[in-house]
């Protein structure tokens, strides 16, 4: 998970990308970066640490031209501050190309080997966007006429980037002296949207990872980048779309909606918070099942994605809804924190009881998941000093029971709370007197009442079903050795050593 923009401007485009990366932060805290074009040149800074630390102002003078692209990037295993790894990345050949990259390749290993092999490319750094780049850049060169580049060569090079590469994949990258190109990958499982901005010299375009970025920049939603195609701008700020696939199919990752979105983001026609909203009211529909609503005295949600779902659960069975915990704002996303101790130190930096909304009271706590426990875990203990009666806990997603390898953090199955244990064992685990799930058929309910065409969605951490197809048990129990070796002590940001990655290229 990470936060991707491309502007193309009238004006100056630094500012516009700052901002931008601000209304994003929260799809990543480990780095962020900025790339602007002018003329045919050029300009990078990125490094490690959140947006308002890595730019200064000598940083945004460095930044000039009318076109740009920006990134953050959330910590993945074993590689949470390498600085190597900040995004854009940039290659100089055959054609000039910085790249920022949301998602995960499934195929890194077998990508790396060919390009080395045959492509005679070099990969520098461990990462799969490294990888994505040099794959575009390489198709770019094989299907070039000569040493120009037209629409055809273009979005003939995406559509070989298509057969490929594996994973999910929305890209920004600016191609130097041409413009502008982004995509999606064919089930279109990381957002990218596109909107417009009319000025009297003429129209600007932005692209993001969510919609929000859109509204806050004064830009108008155009549409959603379709899965498969790419949609390229040119130096006469001219747009031209082609659908680059041979087949596609939209399977938006669910999690999205459940927690990684902000919710007043609209994601491939949904609205993150009227999705929120229903999860409440089916989660509240099987909560009754379980729980007696007269043993609830208090609904008080986990901050901050499951405000909507416990707000419209306490609506629905008629039981007060409370705040019961106040959040430090300037503490990160627990869930995208690298190491469980780090973790479990943040839960209670990050969060603070109102006591008399526990004391004496029978009190349901509302989140949106329960990934490694370690969080519930603690707000459980905290709400039980705060003086409650009875605390019962209610995810408003099912059980997340296997590795997601589409860009999340939860590649390792002996990490997710609830791999072997059923809900009776996993309220024991976090200390709740009773834990209510979500159903996987309820959860996608809630996202298809509002568009009833969207038929299919990656629901892979709760399911083990993989909408690319290429995810073998053998992959996986590679992914999770590479973890484990890099948790016992591997190089600082070398998740997968070279006899894993042929095991993958094997699997793959």
Same mark, same amino acid.
């Given at each position: 998970?990470?936060?991707?923009?491309?502007?193309?401007?009238?004006?100056?485009?630094?500012?516009?990308?700052?901002d931008?990366?601000?209304?994003?932060?929260?799809?990543?805290?480990d780095?962020?970066?900025? &790339? *602007? %074009?002018?003329?045919?040149?050029?300009? @990078?800074?990125?490094?490690? +640490?959140? =947006?308002?630390? #890595?730019? !200064?102002?000598?940083?945004?003078?460095?930044?000039?031209?009318?076109?740009?692209?920006?990134?953050?990037?959330?910590?993945?295993?074993?590689?949470?501050?390498?600085?190597?790894?900040?995004?854009p990345?940039?290659?100089?050949?055959?054609?000039?190309?910085?790249?920022?990259?949301?998602?995960?390749?499934?195929?890194?290993?077998?990508?790396?080997?060919?390009?080395?092999?045959?492509?005679?490319?070099?990969?520098?750094?461990?990462?799969?966007?490294?990888?994505?780049?040099?794959?575009?850049?390489?198709?770019?060169? &094989? *299907? %070039?006429?000569?040493?120009?580049?037209? @629409?055809?060569?273009?979005? +003939?090079? =995406?559509?070989? #980037?298509? !057969?490929?590469?594996?994973?999910?994949?929305?890209?920004?990258?600016?191609?130097?002296?041409?413009?502008?190109?982004?995509?999606?990958?064919?089930?279109?499982?990381?957002p990218?949207?596109?909107?417009?901005?009319?000025?009297?010299?003429?129209?600007?375009?932005?692209?993001?990872?969510?919609?929000?970025?859109?509204?806050?920049?004064?830009?108008?939603?155009?549409?959603?980048?379709?899965?498969g195609?790419?949609?390229?701008?040119?130096?006469?700020?001219?747009m031209?779309?082609?659908?680059?696939?041979?087949?596609?199919?939209? %399977?938006?990752?669910?999690?999205?909606?459940?927690?990684?979105?902000?919710?007043?983001?609209?994601?491939?026609?949904?609205?993150?918070?009227?999705?929120?909203?229903?999860?409440?009211?089916?989660?509240?529909?099987?909560?009754?099942?379980?729980?007696?609503?007269?043993?609830?005295?208090?609904v008080i949600?986990?901050?901050?994605?499951?405000?909507?779902?416990?707000?419209?659960?306490?609506?629905?069975?008629?039981?007060?809804?409370?705040?019961?915990?106040?959040?430090?704002?300037?503490?990160?996303?627990?869930?995208?924190?690298?190491?469980?101790?780090?973790?479990?130190?943040?839960?209670?930096?990050?969060?603070?009881t109102?006591?008399?909304?526990?004391?004496?009271?029978?009190?349901?706590?509302?989140?949106?998941?329960?990934?490694?426990?370690?969080?519930?875990?603690?707000?459980?203990?905290?709400?039980?000093?705060?003086?409650?009666?009875?605390?019962?806990?209610?995810?408003?997603?099912?059980?997340?029971?296997?590795?997601?390898?589409?860009?999340?953090?939860?590649?390792?199955?002996?990490?997710?709370?609830?791999?072997?244990?059923?809900?009776?064992?996993?309220?024991?685990?976090?200390?709740?007197?009773?834990?209510?799930?979500?159903?996987?058929?309820?959860?996608?309910?809630?996202?298809?009442?509002?568009?009833?065409?969207?038929?299919?969605?990656?629901?892979?951490?709760?399911?083990?079903?993989?909408?690319t197809?290429?995810?073998?048990?053998?992959?996986?129990?590679a992914?999770?050795?590479a973890?484990?070796?890099?948790?016992?002590?591997?190089?600082?940001?070398?998740?997968?050593?070279r006899?894993?990655?042929?095991?993958?290229?094997?699997?793959?």
């Open positions: 998970m990470c936060g991707i923009l491309g502007v193309v401007a009238t004006t100056p485009v630094n500012q516009l990308l700052y931008g990366l601000m209304v994003l932060q929260h799809r990543g805290q780095a962020a970066g900025i &790339a *602007t %074009a002018e003329d045919d040149e050029f300009h @990078l800074h990125k490094a490690p +640490g959140l =947006v308002r630390d #890595v730019f !200064r102002t000598r940083n945004m003078r460095a930044l000039p031209g009318n076109m740009g692209i920006a990134h953050c990037r959330y910590p993945t295993a074993g590689s949470a501050f390498d600085s190597s790894l900040s995004q990345f940039y290659v100089n050949s055959p054609f000039g190309i910085v790249l920022g990259h949301n998602g995960n390749l499934t195929n890194t290993g077998q990508l790396k080997d060919e390009m080395f092999r045959q492509d005679l490319r070099h990969i520098n750094t461990h990462s799969d966007s490294e990888v994505l780049l040099n794959a575009l850049a390489h198709e770019l060169q &094989a *299907t %070039a006429k000569g040493f120009r580049l037209d @629409l055809d060569t273009i979005f +003939g090079a =995406v559509a070989a #980037v298509h !057969r490929r590469c594996r994973g999910a994949y929305a890209v920004v990258a600016m191609i130097a002296g041409y413009g502008m190109l982004a995509f999606r990958d064919p089930f279109g499982i990381r990218l949207i596109v909107g417009t901005n009319e000025t009297p010299e003429g129209t600007e375009y932005l692209f993001a990872s969510e919609s929000v970025a859109l509204d806050t920049l004064g830009f108008k939603v155009l549409r959603d980048v379709a899965p195609e790419a949609i390229f701008i040119d130096l006469d700020h001219r031209h779309q082609r659908q680059c696939a041979r087949s596609s199919v939209l %399977a938006p990752c669910i999690f999205e909606f459940v927690y990684l979105a902000r919710p007043d983001s609209v994601i491939d026609g949904v609205s993150v918070y009227e999705a929120r909203l229903r999860m409440g009211e089916h989660l509240a529909d099987k909560l009754v099942k379980h729980i007696p609503v007269d043993e609830i005295d208090v949600p986990i901050p901050d994605s499951s405000r909507p779902s416990a707000m419209q659960l306490a609506q629905r069975i008629g039981v007060p809804y409370r705040e019961g915990f106040v959040k430090n704002r300037y503490i990160g996303r627990t869930f995208i924190m690298p190491g469980q101790a780090t973790r479990r130190r943040s839960v209670r930096q990050k969060l603070n109102v006591a008399q909304e526990f004391k004496g009271k029978r009190v349901l706590l509302v989140d949106d998941s329960i990934v490694r426990g370690t969080t519930s875990r603690e707000i459980v203990e905290m709400a039980r000093a705060a003086g409650a009666l009875k605390v019962y806990f209610a995810s408003a997603s099912p059980p997340v029971r296997y590795p997601n390898v589409y860009g999340i953090d939860m590649p390792s199955r002996s990490e997710l709370i609830a791999t072997g244990r059923t809900g009776e064992d996993i309220a024991r685990e976090i200390g709740a007197d009773a834990l209510v799930y979500q159903d996987l058929d309820a959860l996608k309910a809630s996202i298809r009442e509002l568009r009833p065409s969207l038929c299919c969605f990656d629901t892979s951490c709760f399911d083990g079903i993989y909408v197809g290429d995810v073998s048990p053998e992959y996986l129990q992914l999770e050795l973890r484990d070796g890099s948790a016992a002590g591997a190089h600082e940001g070398r998740w997968m050593s006899q894993l990655q042929l095991n993958l290229m094997s699997v793959g």
